[in-house]
């Protein structure tokens, strides 16, 4: 089955620990990218991937981190949680090429930072 | 700043009635538009994709338009059934493999 997966699935912290949040995917996608989601404010790309080792920002990279060391993975680091980070995150894959239908998206990560 | 909006206040309609839900932008010209649906607690569902040369895009129930003059986008619901019910997102293409979405609109198709 095709599928992005993430984990864990909820995780609580505090801040100042360092944490990851993994994703994977099983499709051979080139394309993988990092949404945050808060009320009202939809979805916000914080980090993509246009292939192994090839990394961008998004929109709201600040304390965040990313590694491209295989195709299928593609994690997000969090060196320093901070409150404000406390989010809903998603991970999604696709196809490489800007007019390419399908985008996947992982179940989600449901972070709280105290 | 690229802006992306949704009808913010929730869209409640009958079942077998069509549901529009508009998605207008600013400061951009996307080559594409994206739907997607996210149900309650899940990743959101791509649904369908729009060029900007194309006027419009259907499959099954669902139809989407692209007027690039006005920069909105129209999604429409035929005969709308309750499981439809969920939050439907549009996202542009911001350039390269950037994305932008918007906040989302909820609909609520009652029985």
């Known amino acids: 089955e095709a599928q992005v997966t993430q984990n864990p699935r909820y995780l609580i912290t505090v801040t100042g620990k360092k944490l990851t949040v993994t994703c994977s995917q099983n499709m051979n996608h080139e394309y993988m990218s990092w949404y945050r989601q808060d009320p009202g404010l939809g979805l916000r790309q914080i980090y993509y991937s246009m292939n192994v080792e090839v990394t961008d920002k998004g929109d709201v990279p600040e304390g965040y981190k990313v590694s491209r060391k295989e195709k299928r993975n593609f994690p997000l680091i969090l060196e320093s949680p901070s409150p404000n980070q406390t989010s809903l995150y998603f991970c999604?894959?696709?196809?490489?090429?800007?007019?390419?239908?399908?985008?996947?998206f992982g179940p989600g990560t449901r972070l709280t930072v105290l | 700043s690229q802006k992306i909006e949704q009808n913010s206040e929730a869209l409640n309609i009958q079942e077998g009635k069509t549901a529009t839900l508009t998605c207008n932008y600013t400061?951009?010209?996307?080559?594409?538009l994206q739907w997607y649906r996210q149900d309650p607690g899940r990743g959101p569902v791509f649904l369908l994709l729009i060029r900007e040369n194309e006027k419009e895009k259907r499959k099954e129930r669902l139809k989407v338009t692209f007027d690039t003059t006005l920069k909105q986008s129209l999604f429409h619901i035929t005969a709308s059934q309750p499981a439809d019910s969920a939050t439907y997102l549009c996202a542009l293409g911001a350039g390269g493999f950037k994305t932008i979405f918007g906040a989302g609109t909820r609909l609520f198709v009652k029985a």
């Open positions: 999604a894959s696709r196809l490489a090429g800007p007019h390419t239908d399908t985008q996947y």
């Open positions: 400061n951009y010209s996307p080559a594409y």
